[in-house]
Structure formats: C-alpha cells, structure tokens
C-alpha cells in the first residue's frame, strides 16, 4: 500500500487549504483512513479519519466546524479541506490507512501505513 499526501503549503490566518492522499495498491473497502499532525515538539495527533465503505467520520474536537474529511472512491483519494486555519494548526499532515477498520480512529498503532507528510504553515 502507497499513500502519497499533497496540497500542503503555507497560508495566512483564517485562510484555507486541501489536503489530498492519494491510496494505491489495494482494495481499501475495509479501510480506515485518517489524517494525523505533527506540530513541532509535540507528539502526533489525530486529526480525522473516514471510513472508506459507508463514511462515517470522526474530526477532532480542536478542528470541528473547521475541517472537513472526505472520500473520491473512483481516484482512491482521501481529502482534508482546511478551514479558518489557525497559526496552532502549523504542523506536518500525515496520511494514514488502518487495513483492519479498527473502530478506535485515534489510536496511532492501529494505522499500518503512512504517508511521507506534508507540512503546513499558518502565519499570524
């Protein structure tokens, strides 16, 4: 499985980016797909995450009402369309596929495989 993040970039308070993820090199049905960040010094952090048959969703308290994950089944494409973004929001941006739709869709171990990371940057 290959997961390749783009759309990261650098953006100014109350602006607004997409993120996509594009998945490769399997069936993803079962699949979990989540984003998760990193902002410097800190640990990595849920973000969203969509189940790909069905789509239930999940978004983090801390960015609710702001961003918005979604799913293209026909290009295998995960999106994150960013929001009123925020200078806390600055971090890298993961991709991330859970192969066995594990319920809990924050937990970190329960994702198998990950994206290279795309990093954003919200200045004040």
């Known amino acids: 499985v290959q997961l390749q993040a783009s759309g990261g970039g650098w953006v100014q308070t109350g602006g607004s980016l997409r993120l996509s993820c594009a998945a490769s090199?399997?069936?993803?049905?079962?699949?979990?797909m989540g984003w998760f960040r990193q902002a410097p010094g800190k640990e990595r952090e849920s973000v969203a995450a969509?189940?790909?048959?069905?789509?239930?969703?999940y978004h983090a308290d801390s960015v609710k009402g702001r961003f918005t994950i979604s799913r293209d089944n026909a290009k295998n494409t995960v999106y994150l369309q960013m929001n009123s973004l925020k200078p806390e929001d600055t971090a890298v941006y993961y991709c991330?596929?859970?192969?066995?739709?594990?319920?809990?869709?924050?937990?970190?171990?329960?994702?198998?495989?990950w994206g290279q990371g795309t990093l954003v940057t919200v200045s004040s």
């Open positions: 991330a596929a859970d192969r066995d739709g594990t319920y809990d869709y924050t937990r970190i171990r329960d994702y198998d495989y």
């Open positions: 090199g399997a069936t993803f049905g079962r699949y979990v």
């Open positions: 969509i189940r790909w048959s069905g789509g239930s969703t």
